[in-house]
């Protein structure tokens, strides 16, 4: 029996930290409706209780604390870490509480996967460990340049997870995601995706705010692209700790975005951290996990127009 067959036998008990969360609760869903069997962390730090998929099982615990989540990896075979903190803003205020999470998290996430000896560990990275680059597109093989807190803890924990695959053969790969957007996509708190912003706007009947001139630009990744892929990563051939880009290839203006949407707009003062561009190069994406995205930006902002976030 090949090791694919193996892996994907009904059963198959899966761990999904940040299970609650926006990512995380759309890859425990597919993961459940794949036959898997699946547990969830979270804390609810960013999650929610209503995202939790009642056929798979929850523990409340914090990654922070190591001893509160060393159980959840007894007799899993893959892990998805998901969990974090992903606000730039709170990172730049607050760099100390989100490096407990996003780096010493990931840390005792990693220990736990190892002396529990899971076969596999899928971290979702961070298109913003790119930061400013002098060419288009963001390809893996660039130096990372990372513009905030935030954008270096994500680079910090895949560089770990690199590390364990080096030092404990324990196979490793990191998702570079970019943009992902979505339903259940936050759009509350201190700093959110321009999209979610914008709907959040409409709704509220307010101008839609975008910072600096908008002509930066934004290479955006529906959530359910980004499930695809965390799936595909469960058992492609190469997991040696490599980063692989998880973006659509395109790149599209924040006014476009906010003219997709509609409404009257209102221009702030750009924000400290940001990246001017993102556009990812998805070959490695093809080549290794056989991944190409399916929904285009104009159809998931249609849907979210249809449905609400």
Same mark, same amino acid.
């Given at each position: 029996m090949s090791t694919k067959s193996q892996s994907q036998a009904p059963g198959r008990l899966v761990l999904v930290t940040g299970g609650a969360g926006f990512i995380g609760s759309h890859l425990v869903d597919a993961l459940v @409706?794949?036959?898997m069997r699946v547990r969830a962390i979270d804390n609810f730090a960013t999650g929610r209780r209503e995202y939790v998929n009642r056929a798979a099982e929850f523990v409340e615990a914090d990654i922070r604390d190591a001893a509160s989540i060393n159980d959840a990896f007894d007799g899993v075979?893959?892990?998805?870490h998901v969990a974090a903190l992903p606000r730039i803003?709170?990172?730049? @205020? +607050?760099? $100390?509480e989100t490096h407990m999470t996003n780096v010493v998290g990931?840390?005792? $996430?990693?220990? @736990?996967?190892?002396? =529990? +000896?899971? =076969?596999r560990l899928v971290y979702s990275g961070s298109s913003s460990v790119y930061g400013e680059q002098a060419k288009m597109p963001l390809v893996e093989t660039m130096t990372p340049n990372p513009l905030n807190p935030y954008a270096l803890q994500k680079y910090v924990g895949e560089q770990y997870a690199r590390m364990f695959h080096r030092l404990f053969g324990m196979q490793t790969i990191t998702l570079r995601y970019f943009g992902v957007y979505g339903p259940r996509m936050p759009d509350e708190g201190s700093y959110v995706l321009a999209i979610a912003a914008f709907l959040k706007a409409r709704r509220e009947g307010r101008a839609l705010e975008i910072h600096g001139d908008g002509e930066q630009t934004r290479d955006f990744t529906h959530v359910s692209d980004v499930v695809s892929a965390n799936i595909l990563a469960m058992d492609c051939e190469l997991a040696d700790g490599r980063a692989i880009n998880i973006g659509r290839g395109e790149n599209v203006s924040v006014n476009r975005i906010a003219a997709m949407i509609g409404g009257p707009t209102v221009h702030r003062a750009a924000r400290a951290g940001d990246m001017r561009d993102t556009? @990812?190069? =998805?070959?490695?994406?093809? =080549? $290794?996990?056989?991944?190409?995205?399916?929904?285009s930006i104009e159809d998931g902002i249609a849907d979210l127009l249809f449905q609400g976030p």
């Amino acid at each position: 029996m090949s090791t694919k067959s193996q892996s994907q036998a009904p059963g198959r008990l899966v761990l999904v930290t940040g299970g609650a969360g926006f990512i995380g609760s759309h890859l425990v869903d597919a993961l459940v @409706a794949a036959g898997m069997r699946v547990r969830a962390i979270d804390n609810f730090a960013t999650g929610r209780r209503e995202y939790v998929n009642r056929a798979a099982e929850f523990v409340e615990a914090d990654i922070r604390d190591a001893a509160s989540i060393n159980d959840a990896f007894d007799g899993v075979d893959t892990v998805f870490h998901v969990a974090a903190l992903p606000r730039i803003p709170l990172s730049i @205020a +607050k760099p $100390v509480e989100t490096h407990m999470t996003n780096v010493v998290g990931t840390l005792n $996430v990693l220990i @736990a996967a190892r002396d =529990r +000896k899971v =076969r596999r560990l899928v971290y979702s990275g961070s298109s913003s460990v790119y930061g400013e680059q002098a060419k288009m597109p963001l390809v893996e093989t660039m130096t990372p340049n990372p513009l905030n807190p935030y954008a270096l803890q994500k680079y910090v924990g895949e560089q770990y997870a690199r590390m364990f695959h080096r030092l404990f053969g324990m196979q490793t790969i990191t998702l570079r995601y970019f943009g992902v957007y979505g339903p259940r996509m936050p759009d509350e708190g201190s700093y959110v995706l321009a999209i979610a912003a914008f709907l959040k706007a409409r709704r509220e009947g307010r101008a839609l705010e975008i910072h600096g001139d908008g002509e930066q630009t934004r290479d955006f990744t529906h959530v359910s692209d980004v499930v695809s892929a965390n799936i595909l990563a469960m058992d492609c051939e190469l997991a040696d700790g490599r980063a692989i880009n998880i973006g659509r290839g395109e790149n599209v203006s924040v006014n476009r975005i906010a003219a997709m949407i509609g409404g009257p707009t209102v221009h702030r003062a750009a924000r400290a951290g940001d990246m001017r561009d993102t556009l @990812a190069d =998805r070959t490695q994406a093809e =080549r $290794v996990l056989g991944w190409r995205p399916r929904v285009s930006i104009e159809d998931g902002i249609a849907d979210l127009l249809f449905q609400g976030p």
